[in-house]
């Protein structure tokens, strides 16, 4: 059983930037994909980004291309969202997840989940 904890959440102004790790229990990164997604409060949870294995392959919902980054580091089984330009409709419970497959951009294909972190930007 794969153990994922974020951390790095809190509250910024719009315009600021923070930076999400997700650490996992075992050696995981180098055999999972790991993705990135966000709850805000009274919606549905949505995709955010993903990246595959290896790393070569990075996948961003339309609302936060260019403004996010998504990356891991195998050795130390840490995945990371860096984001910027922070914006009011950011805020929510963020999640890491991984998934058995090289990547996935769907929800119900992520094996484990980490309990979430929250993110607060205000205006």
């Known amino acids: 059983q794969v153990q994922l904890v974020e951390s790095g959440g809190g509250s910024v102004q719009a315009g600021g930037s923070l930076r999400l790790s997700c650490a996992a229990s075992e050696n995981t990164y180098g055999r999972y994909g790991l993705g990135w997604f966000r709850q805000a409060q009274g919606k549905e949870r949505e995709f955010v980004a993903a990246i595959s294995w290896g790393g070569a392959s990075k996948y961003y919902a339309d609302s936060v291309r260019g403004r996010f980054t998504i990356s891991k580091n195998n050795a130390e089984d840490t995945a990371y969202l860096q984001m910027n330009s922070l914006k009011p409709e950011d805020t929510a419970v963020y999640y890491c997840?991984?998934?058995?497959?090289?990547?996935?951009?769907?929800?119900?294909?992520?094996?484990?989940w980490g309990q979430g972190t929250q993110v607060t930007v205000s205006s």
């Open positions: 997840a991984a998934t058995n497959r090289l990547s996935s951009l769907r929800e119900n294909e992520y094996d484990f």
